[in-house]
């Protein structure tokens, strides 16, 4: 172990490259914003109806990993900035299937000065089995993430009846 990782210890130290890459991903999509006029959470909505044309709400959220709530603003925003059109679902009237308009799909190009050329660039520079276990520790703790705190947490956290005001 570093003496980084001796002084914080494992999880600490990792949190702490996690937030430097949160704050790179939020310092990259202002500067997106301003230059492509798209943030970085919308040009990967983009991206991924680009991939998948006719993609429902729900499906997109999965797989992007996101409540479909979070979502909602996102796309409204790409459809009134004309980026692309909601359809009804044929199958279910219910449900509404999204595609690039010309505008959306021009933004969904491949370019340079976006998260995904950083991280494509940052990807170069490391091994496929490299990438690999990346890509299985970060799955990991999203599904850590996710979870309900541990038993013992939600214990701690109860008050206890003899606690409650009567």
């Known amino acids: ?57 729900g499906e997109l959220a999965e797989l992007l990993h996101v409540h479909p709530s979070t979502l909602t603003g996102v796309l409204k925003r790409l459809e009134m900035r004309d980026m692309l059109v909601r359809k009804p679902d044929p199958g279910d009237a219910r449900r ?3 595609v690039l308009t010309a505008r959306g799909r021009a933004a969904d190009q491949t370019r340079s000065g976006t998260v995904e050329a950083a991280v494509r660039r940052g990807l170069g520079l490391v ?26 947490d939600r214990q701690r956290r109860k008050p206890s009846k003899s606690s409650k005001v009567r």
């Open 1 to 57: 172990m570093s003496n980084e990782a001796n002084e914080l210890g494992e999880a600490l130290s990792f949190m702490r490259v996690l937030w430097a890459v949160d704050h790179g991903l939020q310092s990259v999509s202002k500067r997106m914003e301003d230059r492509l006029g798209v943030t970085g959470p919308q040009r990967l909505v983009l991206r991924m109806i680009g991939r998948f044309p006719k993609i429902a709400a």
């Open 96 to 98: 509404a299937l999204f």
């Open 127 to 152: 091994s496929d089995s490299e990438r690999a276990t990346a890509l299985k520790v970060l799955t990991v703790l999203i599904g850590e993430l996710a979870r309900d705190p541990e038993p013992a």
